[in-house]
């Protein structure tokens, strides 16, 4: 992702009114790779001259004792397109039950604690442990494609994580083009 910050600890992700091209490449855009049973790393799109900036990084997910057992800690990453990633608003009653009544911001219908994206650069924030929850909810009769989730789901695999349907169960990406409409 040309946009993601470099740094794992830069939050960030709306570029600031200062920002070009020209003056952050040293400091957004990262390439990640995972392999089935290599781990996951991340790179810097435009290396730099310094070798701490420009190396290969492996990633985790965020560890499970990492929120310290405190659930209503977990942070979201949602898509921009409400209608697309969550039609039905299942995403902000789960937030609701996890941090509690006042999750929601009234004045934009968003998860307060969430970051805001398209792109499978979702799976990278999850992967670098940037947040902790991604759902995708699209509306009913709806059959995602397999390439919009299959390298996202060795991604986080490899960086300590799980991708399932909402029933828990672990997804086949091996029926064609499209996922079997059973995954819910």
Known sequence: CPNL?????????????????????????CIFVASKGGGCFQLPLFPSEDEEESSCRRV???????L???VEKARFCVGVEKAIADAQGYANAI???????????????????????????????????GAEIYL????????????DHAAGNVVITEAGG?????????????????????VR
């Open 136 to 147: 995708r909810l699209p509306k009913p009769g709806y059959v995602e494609w397999i390439w």
């Open 95 to 129: 937030a609701k039950s996890l941090h509690g009544p006042d999750a929601i911001d009234p004045t934009t219908d968003s998860i307060i604690q969430s970051t805001k994206m398209d792109s499978q650069a979702k799976y990278a924030v999850l992967a670098r442990a």
């Open 5 to 29: 910050p470099v740094s794992t600890n830069d939050d960030q992700y709306e570029w600031t009114d200062d920002e070009t091209g020209e003056n952050n490449h040293h400091s957004r855009g």
């Open 162 to 182: 799980q991708m399932t349907d909402v029933d828990g169960n672990e997804i086949d990406f091996s029926l064609g083009a499209k996922l079997s409409p059973n």
């Open 68 to 70: 310290e057992g405190d």
């Open 60 to 66: 985790r997910v965020t560890r499970k004792d990492g």
